[in-house]
Structure formats: C-alpha cells, structure tokens
T-cell receptor, first 109, second 113 residues
C-alpha cells in the first residue's frame, strides 16, 4: 500500500546548525504538504509543493519537491530554539493524505 | 488559534466503553478530517467528510464511525474501547473537498484504562 517514509526519526542539533528532513513516497504524489507540530500542540500547515522540481523558501526554511514527485525535503538553515518540534510531510495522492512518520527536532541552545 | 474546535479536551474512560468526540470546523470549511496520533506513531488518517458525505477512508477500525451533520460539525464515535485506542485524536478542516491545506484543532486526548 501507499507509504510515506520520513528520515531521520529524531535529530538533535546545536543552535545555529542546519537541519534537513527527507520524505519518500512509494508512489508518485500529486502534491506534498509540510506541517510542524510543536510539543503539546497540533500540526500547523507550513507549505504545499505541487510542481515537479519545485523549490520554495520561507525565511530560513527551504522546501524541495523531487523531479519524479516521489520525494521531498525540508532544510532549515541556522536553527533556532523556536524551530523545535516535529515536522511532518503529507503526500497527497488519489483521494487521500498520507502523513510521513515525522522528524522530531531538538535544538540545543 | 486555527478556528477549529474540538471537545472534550481530555477524556478518560474504561475498556469496553463508547465515547463521542466532537469537532466544529472553521467557518466556511466544508471538509472535515479525523486523525489518530499515538505516542509511537505519526498521524494516522482515519476518515474525511465533505459537505456531509464520506469522501475518503483511511485506517479506521470497524469499531469507529464518524458523521458530518448539516451544520458541518462532525462527530467521531469510538466503541468497544481497548487500551490501544488511547491516543490524541485530531480533527482538521479545509475549505473544499480537494486535498488542500488543513487546519487542525487542538485535539482530544483519550485515555482508556
């Protein structure tokens, strides 16, 4: 069945270091969305990527959608303590969302 | 504040019981989604309703059911509860039936003892 895998599951970084999480789908996606969930909070939409090879930036965050529309990445430059949380990708195909397993980011001050 | 409300915030019950979780979507949103989040798992999509009709079904157990009412609020019914049903249940809403960005509610934490 459809699967969306995310790596790594956990990441600890020193404040100021970069961070990347990767999302891989077993099938081609129509689009992919990224969400952030702060500890004790609910997922919050960050961005949606639709086109093959698309790259979008939000301040220190860079999102990429692969050429084959089967993988995506989120890169954070110079992490800050406010970046702490779990980042989920959500692949959209057919009539459903398939959320990735999430990457929990810890930023050490 | 996403504009999506969920009640109750916390629910503690016993195995074998039945509970109902309630969700009110953002004003104007026609789609409602339900998710289950366990400690060691990510977000598991359960079911989606659009304007009162079931639109998509995920990993929803037969013991669980949902509906969306004419005023667009939705309820998730969980019956014959088991210890493993303890989790955070999120409701999300989006404007249309298409798979657009979702706005998540604060969640209902269910504990089955």
């Amino acid at each position: 069945g459809q699967q969306v895998m995310q790596i790594p599951q956990y990441q600890h970084v020193q404040e100021g270091e970069d961070f990347t999480t990767y999302c891989n789908s077993s099938t081609t996606l129509s689009n992919i969305q990224w969400y952030k969930q702060r500890p004790g909070g609910h997922p919050v939409f960050l961005i949606q990527l639709v086109k093959s090879g698309e790259v979008k930036k939000q301040k220190r965050l860079t999102f990429q959608f692969g050429e084959a529309k089967k993988n995506s990445s989120l890169h954070i430059t110079a992490t800050q303590t406010t970046d702490v949380g779990t980042y989920f990708c959500a692949g959209v195909t057919g009539n459903q969302f398939y959320f990735g397993t999430g990457t929990s980011l810890t930023v050490i001050p | 504040d996403s504009g999506v409300t969920q009640t109750p915030k916390h629910l503690i019950t016993a195995t074998g019981q039945r509970v109902t979780l309630r969700c009110s979507p953002r004003s104007g949103d026609l789609s409602v989604y339900w998710y289950q989040q366990s400690l060691d798992q990510g977000l598991q999509f359960l079911i989606q309703y659009y304007n009162g009709e079931e639109r998509a079904k995920g990993n929803i157990l037969e013991r669980f059911s949902a509906q969306q009412f004419p005023d667009l609020h939705s309820e998730l019914n969980l019956s014959s509860l088991e210890l493993g049903d303890s989790a955070l249940y999120f409701c999300a809403s989006s404007v249309a039936g298409g798979l657009l960005r979702q706005f998540f509610g604060p969640g209902t934490r269910l504990t089955v003892l």
